[in-house]
């Protein structure tokens, strides 16, 4: 790792980050994640594997790999199947600005994304590079 970037693997089942839902109670009325008991713990393991202590305030290039459980018939080689790929993205990067990795997440001017299935004996998770953007 150096300040011009960082990589890292994070382990687990990747969680999307859905739609948003109304909530309403005593005249109040919010808006939440329709999957917020699962993204808010994924989201939390996310930014604390961000905390590196660098944080990218400049354009970067953000790769992202996920790998998904396999299901016990896959109907492609891939994971063409939800979940989808923005938002599984869309997780991650928030996790990233949420752990201090990114300053703001409008700071992507370049994102990789590609969805897998794990080869025999690899965990499920998602591997993340963040570099300094370069126009080379």
């Given at each position: 790792?150096?300040?011009?970037?960082?990589?890292?693997?994070?382990?687990?089942?990747?969680?999307?980050?859905?739609?948003?839902?109304?909530?309403?109670?005593?005249?109040?009325?919010?808006?939440?994640?329709?999957?917020?008991?699962?993204?808010?713990?994924w989201r939390h393991v996310v930014a604390t594997h961000a905390d590196v202590g660098v944080?990218?305030?400049?354009?970067?290039?953000?790769?992202?790999?996920?790998?998904?459980?396999?299901?016990?018939?896959?109907?492609?080689?891939?994971?063409?199947?939800?979940?989808?790929?923005?938002?599984?993205?869309?997780?991650?990067?928030?996790?990233?600005?949420?752990?201090?990795?990114?300053?703001?997440?409008?700071?992507v001017v370049d994102l990789i994304v590609r969805k897998r299935y794990p080869n025999p004996?690899?965990?499920?998770?998602?591997?993340?590079?963040?570099?300094?953007w370069s126009n080379q």
């Amino acid at each position: 790792m150096t300040s011009d970037a960082v990589s890292f693997f994070i382990e687990g089942v990747p969680v999307p980050q859905g739609s948003k839902t109304v909530s309403q109670a005593k005249g109040r009325a919010w808006l939440r994640d329709a999957n917020a008991a699962r993204l808010k713990p994924w989201r939390h393991v996310v930014a604390t594997h961000a905390d590196v202590g660098v944080t990218f305030d400049c354009p970067v290039t953000v790769t992202l790999s996920f790998v998904l459980p396999r299901p016990q018939r896959p109907r492609w080689p891939v994971p063409a199947v939800k979940p989808d790929i923005d938002k599984l993205s869309r997780a991650i990067l928030d996790g990233l600005t949420d752990g201090g990795l990114l300053a703001d997440d409008a700071r992507v001017v370049d994102l990789i994304v590609r969805k897998r299935y794990p080869n025999p004996g690899d965990p499920t998770g998602v591997g993340i590079d963040v570099t300094e953007w370069s126009n080379q």
